[in-house]
């Protein structure tokens, strides 16, 4: 064979990939990790307005004493919602949307490892959540709690379809969640830049490290959990069914095997934040950044032998119960040397008070609250009067919502500028501060009494006669933390106006507003489709800040001085940078294999052959991903009538 | 965008899928009946066929490309020897003796020549794909292998899990711990040699596993074609009157059918049959005190766990209710010194006794 | 304006920390005012614990303050980039533990203390949708009064006072959790498992509760109570329950109730005593028509002071708050009269009977309380239901009926 020189294309025809660079279908079809992330925020916020809308109903229901906002059922539907949206819909993907987009920056990669599969879990998230929600207009949602504690899920006793669309949903939101993990997971070790050791990784990539572990680890957990409930569901398996043998705290042992490592994965995401935020605002390094990173690792470890202290009520006996409950007071020392070392970051600093840093010092005294209250339960007897009531409610919303949430909103702050150029309002930012952090205490600050004058969870009444009187009036003060919901959502709404404000009017933000410290601040704001011209060469922890300072000689003695900008750094980077950048190109095929999955799960609810189509759309959409090229080349093979026709008209020599 | 061929083959397509609805509709909507089973058939064969050409673009090449002459796909040698006009020989051969034979045969066979077709086809295609022998080979992988892994993985762990369960299922107790001692001592005797070397050779490492493979399959089959070892039936609860009242044990007796692995922290109450020939409740609540009553709510379920202190096989058996409503429930007979789970509810008061032992009865009271 | 989140927060705590362990007033199911034995030994033990996480919480808010205060941007110089001290790490990571362990100790030796078994007084206590049932057990002696038959009541359990009293939980149909939070902690009913709780009331009283662990539809109304009693006063609640049947005089309101009775609620509600025509007794089987197959004996409903899973009133609220406010020297004496209590000793008719709410219930119980009855939706159950359902009863027989039921007393 002579001549192989004008070699068809290296890919089929049939199965070209898009490589649109704007419109929608840049979105779509998009595998960069910079886009799915903010598609994952976008997403996250809309289902926050999803599952706040349902809080604040929650709030309206329980504000006077029998009150009727809301029947018995349609108020089981909306608390077990409001957690399940939150926890799978809200939280865990906005922790994702940064991961996302900050993971391959704060390590010097130009992608995440696997881009297509990241692509993949976003879809899948987002059918998978939107799927759940459909269940509200097709036969009323699960109505089980998000605990959906066997035997009431069962089909005796929870015939609508709620409950199947809660287990199938959860189902393709765990998918995605499980291929995330793994896509970050090699990300983090397999692609750090040239010197970027792990213990000189940012603490916020370290952190989700961590909880990409705990994912990979917990999520099998509840998926064959799920399997069980729908097996028992669906096909009549008994591996609940009491007068068939079993035993029904399988099921609480299952559910909180995933169910508590599940609250270090919606933690620590937010420790990781403000681990960032404090530093780059007290200008001082992390205080015991090693201390941090393993204390971390820790809780991901310890995590996982402490989740039967949601079952001390349970009659598990009391040597589990014993056991349980030291191992559950072991995991507050490394969650109060976290906190210690916070407060220690900002010891002896020079502490810049901007919107980021008053969310994140706001997460540190809210979050101590919480796990301060957590210290109570931990003792079993004392849990015993406490659990199952409004005061486990004070003390996980302090956690989730004062921890968890205020870590993300100050992570909104301190990278909005990164990600979008802009950055938001500080005044406003001030604003959303205070009314959330105000409206925080006030929402759940009451529930730590209300909780111990008595007043069960999950009630859609609670009597007149039972509300007491005086400083422990139950009314008195369930109708403050209904003002207090409202108070949030006043600041939440805050926020989203803050976003409009900033994109309508706010001026481009300088490169490297904050005096930031690590590797995502020394590339563009919004950084180019490649994150760095060139891979930049780590030297230390807080890379960034050591090649902006040096220590010089002054008359006062050693100082440190700011000796370059950001934009002389990101000058240099420029300079060297890589001639031939090999990016993933986009791909139809993410999108296409996700839909199908909501589809099997429509079909196994209602009709079986939907579930063929849905699976058929699965394979489709596999094997098309497995054919198409790996890259989209500029000068595909053309189909040759068109290239004949062209060829023809042009002039040959 | 559509090649000529292509479109001839879409066209095709669809005209059989019209017309398969037309005939569907015209029949009374005999979804199942042949005459729409096959055009439906037709419908998926002219779009694969249109979509295989659509791929390759009807293997055309521009007439201007004077290079083509050398590298057009007909310019290109056929490609080397092919095993598959072998497969499906062997599956047409295959069909003819599976329908004077076996069914099952006649099966294989089926999937043998589908596979050994499409593979052909495939291959031959692919060979005129385009100029390039390399890319050629690329593509036949690429649209191949998507198929050809999950399949044989899917065979291979089929066959794996096949041989393993017949071979679980003929050895017995000691032969068992015997037969995977061994494998465990292979196991890590390849490891410590394998350890030793700093990179282990590719072909040892195939050679090992072929011959593992080899010889797990071998012992399945040998198990399988020797049928597997007795199996003894476990009785377990009963509610027959005619075994609930039987004295001693008549059956064979199940030594290790306690179902009381799991049965410890969720019981009513430990039922114990005394040398002595008495009958005591140790219940939950009570736990130093041999009672010979129990209480237990109306259809709530009871979970009993028995002992049987005697010297000889004795069954429990709960008796609810009198008259027509009286109900029996009871356990295997359970040697001397086993236990036994029960588990009931009951809607009236009885009694818990042993068949046989007199005077050795527990009140059941239901209130 | 810096240092005010620090302040705030630290007076909020402050506060809370106060509020949370001051002494309450009339909040019915209040986790702090123990009132017996067990409860007594949690709190002594949680107090604390609420103390010492408030008092760490003031110092690392105040901690934070002052930080906040301290280093605020005045125009220093950028601080010295320190990545720690070990020895600091160290002691703060054994501080917290030290203060943990100190609390460990008691923690888990609580937990085996409250696990013995009391076993001279045993109540079977059985949780189903949504009510509870209790029956005493046979033979048992409690606070010196024996138990010589199985009593069976619901919604409200009566104790002796002063005397431990141990609990055997289960359930029926899904997982319930016994509370009564000022007599004790909770404890899960699962079915198929028997659970003990410990039970101990210093004085005679009425201790509310909640069933706390979510059941389904109507979780929210699934209530209970215990009512101490001292001993001469519970030696005549047992008396009562356990007295012959009173057939209702001939040609009165209430012997019509007592057919109707028979012909419509004796399928399920167990009246003890009730013969039919040719005098056998009547025995409810309520399996028939119950998914959990149980429904409330009613045999001395009027002894109660609620129904329906102890939800509704069967006394006005005025003589509930008086009853719920008597000292416990008459608690029982008014206690013991049912819903004749308070009523002059001439009159005829009793004066704290809430007729509304019976009358109510009998008409229509599912709007009063969600239950799963609706016939067309019993496709999972068999037609079986959970709850009581509508059984369009006339005027005239809710008239006959709560005739009947005012005798059972």
Redesign the interface.
């Known amino acids: 064979?002579?001549?192989?020189?004008?070699?068809?294309s290296?890919s089929?025809?049939?199965f070209r990939r898009p490589v649109e660079a704007t419109g929608w279908k840049s979105w779509v079809f998009t595998v960069d990790h910079k886009r799915i992330g903010i598609m994952y925020g976008a997403v996250a916020l809309f289902f926050f307005l999803v599952g706040g809308t349902e809080a604040l109903l929650i709030r309206l229901q329980l504000a006077a004493p029998d009150n009727t906002v809301l029947?018995?059922?349609l108020y089981?539907e909306m608390f077990t919602m409001h957690a399940t949206t939150m926890v799978f819909l809200f939280v865990m993907p906005l922790a994702a949307a940064f991961a996302n987009y900050l993971l391959p920056l704060q390590i010097g990669a130009r992608d995440v490892a696997f881009p297509r599969l990241n692509a993949l879990s976003f879809w899948i998230f987002l059918f998978g959540g939107i799927f759940i929600n459909t269940s509200w207009f097709l036969g009323g949602a699960a109505?089980?709690?998000w605990?959906m504690?066997s035997?009431?899920s069962s089909?005796?006793?929870?015939?609508s379809h709620g409950v199947d669309f809660w287990v199938l949903g959860l189902q393709i939101v765990g998918i995605a969640s499980l291929l995330s993990s793994i896509n970050l997971i090699v990300t983090v070790l397999n692609m750090r830049a040239p010197g970027m050791k792990l213990m000189r990784m940012p603490v916020f990539t370290w952190m989700v490290l961590v909880v990409q572990f705990l994912l990979l680890f917990a999520l099998p957990v509840i998926t064959v959990a799920l399997f069980l409930l729908s097996f028992q569901r669906n096909f009549g398996a008994s591996f609940f069914d009491?007068?068939k043998?079993?035993?029904?705290?399988l099921w609480q042992h299952l559910f909180w095997i995933f169910g508590h490592p599940e609250v270090y994965i919606i933690i620590l995401p937010s420790f990781g934040i403000i681990s960032e935020v404090l530093p780059t605002f007290?200008?001082?390094?992390?205080?015991?950044?090693?201390?941090v990173v393993f204390s971390g690792a820790t809780i991901g470890f310890v995590g996982w032998g402490v989740w039967a202290h949601h079952m001390f009520?349970?009659?598990?006996?009391?040597v589990s119960?014993?056991a349980f409950?030291?191992a559950t007071?072991?995991i507050?020392?490394p969650t109060?040397?976290k906190?210690?070392?916070w407060?220690?970051t900002?010891?002896?600093?020079?502490?810049?008070?901007t919107s980021a840093m008053?969310f994140a010092?706001?997460m540190?005294?809210?979050f101590?609250?919480g796990g301060?209250?957590g210290?109570?339960h931990?003792?079993?007897?004392?849990?015993?009067?406490?659990?199952?009531?409004y005061h486990i409610v004070a003390h996980f919303h302090y956690v989730i919502v004062g921890g968890a949430v205020m870590g993300l909103f100050a992570g909104f702050y301190y990278w909005w500028p990164k990600i979008f150029g802009k950055a938001l309002n500080e005044r406003l930012g001030k604003w959303n501060f205070w009314l959330m952090?105000i409206g925080i205490?006030f929402t759940f600050?009451p529930m730590?009494?209300l909780g111990?004058?008595?007043?069960?969870?999950?009630?859609?009444?609670?009597?007149d006669?039972?509300?007491?009187?005086?400083?422990?009036?139950?009314a008195f003060w369930n109708e403050v933390a209904t003002w207090g919901a409202f108070t949030i959502a006043t600041g939440v709404s805050v926020f989203l106006w803050n976003v409009w404000y900033t994109h309508r009017k706010a001026e481009v933000a300088p490169l490297d507003p904050w005096d930031a410290r690590t590797l995502e601040w020394m590339t563009a704001s919004p950084p180019k489709a490649h994150n760095f011209d060139a891979i930049p060469n780590v030297h230390a922890l807080d890379e960034l800040?050591h090649r902006k300072?040096e220590e010089v000689d002054t008359d006062k003695g050693v100082?440190?001085k700011?000796t370059s900008t950001a934009e002389e750094v990101l000058a240099a980077e420029e300079a060297r940078g890589d001639a031939h950048i090999h990016l993933p190109s986009p791909s139809y095929w993410p999108i296409v294999l996700a839909f199908g999955l909501p589809i099997i799960a429509y079909g196994i609810i209602f009709n079986l052959i939907m579930a063929f189509v849905g699976a058929a759309i699965v394979l489709l959409g596999?094997?098309g991903w497995?054919?198409e090229p790996s890259v989209a080349e500029p000068g595909d093979?053309e189909?040759?009538?068109?290239?004949?026709h062209m060829?023809?008209l042009d002039p040959?020599g | 965008m559509f090649t000529t061929g292509s479109k001839l083959l879409f066209g095709a397509s669809a005209l059989s899928l019209v017309t398969a609805l037309v005939y569907a509709w015209s029949t009374e909507g005999a979804l199942s009946s042949a005459g729409t089973l096959g055009l439906l058939s037709l419908f998926v064969i002219f779009a694969f066929l249109g979509g295989v050409n659509y791929a390759n673009r009807d293997c055309n090449v521009s007439s201007m490309d004077e290079a083509a002459v050398d590298t057009a796909a007909a310019a290109q040698r056929p490609g080397a020897s092919s095993v598959w006009p072998a497969v499906v020989a062997l599956g047409i051969a295959g069909l003819v003796v599976g329908a004077v034979s076996k069914p099952a045969v006649f099966k294989v066979a089926v999937v043998v020549l589908l596979a050994g077709l499409v593979e052909w086809m495939v291959l031959g295609w692919s060979e005129r794909a385009g100029g390039d022998a390399a890319f050629n080979a690329d593509t036949r992988r690429r649209m191949l292998h998507p198929l050809e892994f999950p399949v044989l993985g899917a065979l291979a762990l089929g066959a794996i899990v096949y041989a393993f369960s017949r071979l679980m299922l003929r050895l017995d107790k000691d032969q068992g711990r015997i037969a995977f001692g061994v494998v465990a001592a292979l196991v890590l005797a390849g490891a410590f040699l394998f350890a030793g070397k700093r990179k282990p050779s590719k072909r040892a490492v195939l050679g090992i596993s072929t011959v593992a493979a080899i010889a797990l399959l071998g012992a399945g089959v040998a198990s399988a074609l020797q049928g597997q070892r007795s199996i003894d039936e476990h009785p377990t609860t009963r509610t027959d009157t005619e075994v609930c009242l039987q004295v001693g044990a008549d059956e064979e007796i199940d030594a290790d059918a306690t179902q009381s692995v799991s049965a410890t922290s969720n019981l009513v109450a430990n039922i114990y049959l005394k040398a002595d020939g008495s009958l005591v409740a140790h219940v939950s609540g009570y736990p130093d005190e041999a009672r010979a009553q129990l209480t237990v709510p109306r259809r709530a379920q009871v979970n009993l766990l028995f002992h049987n202190e005697s010297d000889e096989a004795q069954r429990l058996t709960a008796r609810t209710g009198e008259g027509e409503d009286e109900s029996l429930v009871c356990t295997a007979a359970v040697e001397e010194g086993d236990q036994a789970f029960l588990s009931f509810q009951a809607v009236r008061g009885g009694v818990l006794l042993v068949p046989g032992l007199v005077g050795g009865e527990i009140e059941l009271l239901v209130p | 304006m810096l240092v005010k989140p620090s302040r705030r927060a630290a007076a909020a705590l402050a506060g809370l920390g106060l509020l949370l362990v001051g002494c309450a007033k009339d909040a019915p199911q209040d986790t702090f005012r123990p009132a017996g034995e067990n409860a007594r030994d949690i709190d002594g033990l949680q107090r604390p614990l609420f103390y010492v996480a408030g008092v760490v919480g003031l110092i690392v808010f105040a901690f934070i303050g002052y930080a906040m205060w301290k280093f605020r941007d005045r125009g220093q110089e950028i601080p010295e980039q320190s990545h720690g001290n070990p020895k600091l790490e160290i002691v703060l990571t054994v501080l917290p533990a030290v203060i943990l362990a100190a609390f460990a100790v008691p923690a888990v030796s609580q937990v085996f203390a409250l696990d013995k078994s009391d076993n001279e007084c045993v109540i079977n206590v059985t949780g189903q949708q949504w009510w509870w049932e209790y029956d005493y057990e046979k033979g048992s002696t409690c606070g010196g009064v024996e138990i010589p038959e199985s009593i069976v009541t619901a919604g409200e359990l009566v104790i002796p006072a002063d005397t431990p009293v141990l609990l055997r939980i289960t359930s029926r149909d899904v997982i319930h959790s016994f509370w009564i939070p000022r007599l004790n902690g909770k404890r899960d009913a699962v079915p198929g498992r028997l659970h003990t709780l410990r039970m101990h009331a210093d004085e005679p009283g009425i201790y509310v509760g909640q069933c706390t662990e979510f059941c389904g539809l109507s979780h929210a109304r699934m209530r209970q109570a215990a009512v101490a009693l001292d001993t001469a006063d519970f030696q005549a609640w047992v008396d009562n329950q356990l007295a012959p049947y009173q057939a209702p005089a001939e040609g009165t309101l209430a012997a019509e109730g007592e057919s109707e009775y028979a012909a419509q609620c004796s399928r399920c509600h167990q009246v003890n005593g009730l013969t039919d025509d040719s005098g056998n007794p009547v025995l409810a089987e309520p399996d028939q028509s119950v998914l959990a197959g149980a429904a409330p004996n009613l045999t001395n409903l009027m002894t109660r002071t609620a129904f329906a899973g102890w939800t509704f009133d069967l006394i006005s609220d005025e003589c509930r708050d008086r009853l719920w406010n008597e000292p416990s020297e008459t608690f029982g004496d008014v206690y013991l009269q049912g819903v004749w209590m308070y009523t002059p000793a001439d009159a005829t008719t009793p004066a704290c009977f809430n007729e509304l709410n019976l009358r109510e219930w009998l008409r229509n119980p599912p709007a009063m309380k969600p239950m799963y009855t609706d016939p067309d939706k019993l496709e999972a159950t068999d037609g079986l239901t959970r709850g009581m359902p509508n059984l369009n009863l006339t005027d005239e027989q809710i008239e006959v009926l709560v005739a009947y039921l005012l005798e059972r007393k």
């Open positions: 064979m002579a001549l192989t020189s004008p070699a068809p290296r089929l025809g049939a029947g018995a059922g089981n109505d089980g709690g605990f504690y035997p009431n089909g005796l006793f929870s015939p009491v007068d043998g079993a035993d029904p705290l007290s200008r001082k390094p992390l205080f015991g950044y090693k201390f009520a349970s009659g598990m006996g009391p119960v014993a409950s030291v007071m072991l507050a020392i109060g040397v906190i210690c070392n407060t220690l900002m010891w002896g600093g020079k502490l810049w008070f008053l010092i706001g540190i005294v809210l101590t609250i301060l209250s210290v109570t931990a003792v079993a007897t004392a849990d015993t009067q406490q659990t199952d009531t952090f205490n600050g730590h009494v111990m004058q008595g007043q069960p969870r999950r009630m859609v009444v609670w009597p006669k039972l509300t007491g009187e005086g400083y422990f009036d139950l800040f300072y100082r440190l700011k596999a094997f497995v054919l093979y189909s040759p009538s068109d290239d004949h060829k023809e040959v």
